[in-house]
């Protein structure tokens, strides 16, 4: 079965982001005022091939602690859908 | 009201993607096998102050087209909130 995944990785509290805060403060020149607390993290999107929906999200969650992030300063966040299987 | 915003900025699809590209060929090196159609994005979490939902929305939607995305390049997706409110 295939599974379509998206890993969002931010930044874990605490941890210094000069890109989210370059944002909030560019933000009320451009008139865009009570935007705040702007963290950047990247975000992750692919198919993973597996039995069910339980090996899917053990392998993800592998592969944000190995690959994807770095554990000691980012958070993952990990949703899993079936992939829409086209009739055959 | 606040609300709690999160945008997911990827790129359309067609646009090469290296950085996605890389990492779908180091996964199989890794032991991770199955994996596929890797595109990376931002994330990009805030917090806006808007009377109701509606005008979150449009605040953010204009915010995307203008600041955070390239529409020629990018797609985003929003999604809002409400900030959960300390009881006073």
């Not at 969650?61 to 958070?75: G, K, S, Y």
């Amino acid at each position: 079965m295939t599974f379509e995944v998206l890993v969002n990785v931010s930044l874990r509290p605490g941890i210094a982001d000069p890109q989210g805060a370059t944002i909030e403060r560019a933000l009320p020149a451009l008139g865009f005022a009570g935007v705040a607390d702007v963290r950047v993290g990247k975000s992750i999107a692919f198919t993973v091939e597996a039995d069910d929906e339980g090996a899917a999200l053990a392998t993800v969650q592998d592969l944000c602690h190995r690959f994807l992030t770095n554990p000691v300063i980012e958070d993952s966040t990990v949703s899993i859908t079936p992939a829409a299987t086209p009739v055959s």
